[in-house]
């Protein structure tokens, strides 16, 4: 099936940092756009593009023929997809569902089979990018699902990505995007004590980037996360509320599978402590607060 622009319309439901980037490649690639999000002003740049508000998600679900959603929780996925005026009763046979949000493994199986059950295509689509890879369209999307649905949705989502790859069935992207935090959790120590370190040997740490980041200590957080520590910018691209969700979620699944994951742990206890003194609508960068007290 050929999701051609002009005769398909995308409903988006979630707006925030980085939906409203990724919904705005939709109207500038054709598409017609519907949105809906629990706050409508956080929608508005989309409107004046273009894009047509609904009071509902039944309402964008009745109207779309791909619903992608990319909201806070996996409480919110559930409510969206499988509450009584969700996505999942609502939306036409033959709808493609895509959540992007970071939710629970299980939680994406559950709606695949709810789904099917009402001839329905689900695909769970967590990304990885930050607000930049939202905003330029170079997200990086884990994919779970059927391959027949993936293969007719795909064109749509490398309108977001350019690395998107399905990683198997049902539940196995957000088990990637798991792999993908795991990952990012220890190394975000690493780059904030490497800071620490270089300002305490009286380097210049813009200057020691520099070196570190072409090097073997690279990483994506090393090359985009450690110049906002250094210029004291916290603005959230990623917040650490929602980063300690997914550690949350992580450290659920990982208990499950009987598997330790002790700088995970570590990770998520130095983030809390951050939340806990109110900074947990800052971006994961703040965690420099933490060795900077």
């Not at 009584?84 to 009763?89: L, P, R």
């Not at 939306?91 to 695949?112: H, R």
């Not at 170079?138 to 790859?165: C, H, S, W, Y």
């Not at 969700?245 to 130095?270: F, Q, V």
């Amino acid at each position: 099936m050929a999701l051609q622009p002009k005769e398909t319309v995308i409903g988006f439901v979630g707006t925030g940092v980085m939906g409203k980037s990724m919904a705005s490649h939709f109207l500038k690639a054709g598409y017609q756009v519907v949105v809906y999000t629990r706050t409508k002003a956080k929608a508005e740049d989309l409107l004046e593009q273009g894009a047509v508000w609904k009071e509902h998600v039944s309402q964008v679900a009745q109207a779309s023929d791909v619903i992608i959603t990319m909201v806070g929780y996996p409480s919110d996925v559930e409510e969206v997809y499988l509450g009584a005026e969700g996505i999942v009763t609502h939306a036409k046979p033959g709808s493609f569902l895509i959540d992007m949000t970071t939710s629970k493994p299980s939680l994406a199986v559950k709606i695949y089979e709810e789904a099917k059950k009402r001839d329905l295509h689900s695909l769970d689509a967590p990304v990885s990018g930050g607000d930049i890879g939202a905003r330029e369209a170079r997200l990086t999307i884990m994919v779970g699902g059927d391959q027949e649905a993936f293969d007719a949705v795909e064109p749509l989502l490398k309108v977001m990505g350019t690395n998107v790859v399905l990683q198997g069935g049902p539940g196995a992207g957000q088990h990637t995007k798991m792999c993908n935090q795991i990952a990012i959790a220890t190394n975000m120590i690493g780059v904030c004590e490497a800071i620490s370190y270089a300002k305490k040997a009286g380097l210049n740490p813009t200057r020691v980037l520099e070196s570190i980041a072409a090097g073997a200590a690279g990483s994506w957080s090393l090359s985009n996360l450690a110049p906002r520590m250094i210029a004291g910018n916290f603005e959230p691209g990623f917040y650490i509320k929602h980063f300690i969700k997914d550690m949350g979620i992580a450290l659920e699944a990982a208990k499950e599978m009987g598997l330790l994951t002790p700088g995970l742990e570590l990770s998520k206890s130095l983030y809390d402590e951050l939340a806990a003194n109110g900074m947990e609508d800052n971006g994961t960068q703040a965690l420099i607060k933490w060795f900077e007290k």
